[in-house]
């Protein structure tokens, strides 16, 4: 069983920034992906960013201001956010993928005030 807890959002001006983390309880190795998605209102859940394995991936939006980054040893996932804007308002959730199972932290709201 993997649970994941969420921390770190809150509110912040346009091209402010916040880190985000994310602490995972249960057996999770480097090669399980672990990332984080996001949902604004009225909106579907998209990936923000992921890492497996010390390789990340972002969504074109966020390229160049988000990075993602994770400490095997402490089960930790975080996501450095810089020059935010309004448009990435929104609550983000931690994701985990272990055995072919999917894991979601709570999530926490990002609020990017213009």
């Known amino acids: 069983q993997v649970q994941l807890v969420e921390s770190g959002g809150g509110l912040v001006q346009a091209g402010g920034s916040l880190r985000v983390s994310c602490a995972a309880s249960g057996t999770i190795f480097s090669f399980n992906p672990m990332g984080w998605y996001r949902q604004a209102t009225g909106k579907q859940r998209e990936l923000v960013a992921g890492i497996t394995s010390g390789l990340p991936n972002y969504a074109d939006s966020v390229k160049g201001r988000f990075t993602i980054s994770r400490d095997n040893a402490k089960n930790t996932v975080y996501l450095q956010m810089n020059s935010l804007k309004p448009e990435d308002t929104a609550v983000y959730y931690c994701?985990?993928?272990?055995?072919?199972?999917?894991?979601w932290g709570q999530g926490t709201q990002v609020t990017v005030s213009s």
């Open positions: 994701h985990a993928r272990v055995r072919q199972k999917d894991y």
